[in-house]
């Protein structure tokens, strides 16, 4: 069976590869056709939706996508899975959510940072979205990024196991 994964980000690519052991997984890198920094659970979703639709038909298609979410005056930490399956069934999944201090909102959405951008600056990192992510800094790393990717594609591969998709692509 083959896999797609709509990244080449390597927390991504291994939780796809670790959930679908069994597979072979290819990374390709397509465009979310979302904001760099997606605002809103539409827009992640959409994201990770773009992403999974631009893939190869010939297996399994999988994106996904961290975001950011304003609810009432907190903003949390997101992050959505698709999936689509050989006869463009989409499943769709959801991670943790968690909030996130108050001067990322500022920098978000007064100075237009993206997330990795402000993680790496404030936390002295380099490529932080490679590696444990602001859930790991935001968890003391009880929760590194690549779990929260894992969990994620489990939903979606138990999901596609049982059939119980949202619909079909368009």
Do not use: C, W
């Amino acid at each position: 069976m083959k896999v797609y994964i709509a990244s080449q980000n390597r927390t991504k690519v291994e939780a796809v590869r670790e959930v679908f052991k069994e597979a072979t997984v290819i990374a390709l890198k397509t465009d979310s056709k979302v904001s760099n920094q997606p605002k809103s659970e539409k827009e992640t979703m959409q994201g990770a939706y773009n992403r999974a639709k631009a893939l190869p038909k010939d297996g399994l298609r999988i994106g996904l996508e961290a975001g950011v979410s304003l609810e009432e005056d907190i903003l949390f930490l997101i992050n959505f899975g698709v999936l689509i399956d050989q006869d463009d069934n989409v499943y769709l999944a959801s991670g943790t959510k968690i909030p996130l201090p108050k001067f990322i909102y500022n920098e978000i959405y007064e100075e237009g940072k993206e997330l990795a951008d402000i993680m790496n600056y404030h936390y002295n990192k380099e490529e932080i979205n490679t590696k444990e992510g602001a859930i790991g800094i935001f968890t003391n790393n009880n929760v590194p990024r690549v779990e929260i990717f894992i969990h994620i594609v489990k939903l979606l591969k138990g999901q596609y196991e049982s059939k119980n998709y949202i619909g079909r692509v368009n």
